[in-house]
């Protein structure tokens, strides 16, 4: 599975992180622990994750760019988001966000806030990013 590339299958997604620290805590959690990422690399100002041929980076971003804050209702990304195996997983998932005072998101209609077939967790890394994670059980 993994050695077959396809046209247009994203390589990488890199993402600049106000703080490099909380930010590996976080994503490497929820992408070592819950997902099937391995750490790919690691250098000073930054880390990746990878599953199968595509990665994930995070770097710290320099501080002459601190000051402009991330909002992901500004032109640029929204949210990530990924699939799970099922309901169960989304189920756990969301205990263990809880239990690490992870803000999630839409709460009021959790876990049908993307509509009634859709079953998924909404919350925020450390820098307000949205992730989504999404049962694919019907």
Not at 16 to 42: I, N, P
Not at 92 to 117: C, F, M, Q, V, W
Request: glycine share 6%; aromatic share 16%.
């Amino acid at each position: 599975m993994y050695g077959y590339l396809m046209n247009g299958e994203i390589h990488h997604i890199e993402i600049y992180v106000t703080e490099l620290k909380k930010s590996t805590e976080f994503w490497e959690w929820l992408l070592t622990e819950k997902f099937s990422y391995t750490v790919y690399q690691k250098w000073d100002s930054g880390v990746s994750y990878k599953f199968g041929s595509t990665y994930i980076v995070l770097v710290q971003t320099e501080d002459k760019y601190l000051k402009n804050h991330y909002n992901r209702k500004n032109t640029g990304l929204n949210h990530l988001a990924f699939h799970c195996e099922s309901k169960d997983f989304i189920d756990t998932l969301t205990k263990e966000l809880k239990d690490r005072n992870i803000n999630i998101l839409y709460s009021d209609r959790h876990p049908y806030a993307g509509g009634e077939e859709y079953y998924a967790v909404f919350f925020e890394d450390p820098d307000r990013i949205k992730v989504e994670v999404v049962a694919e059980e019907s």
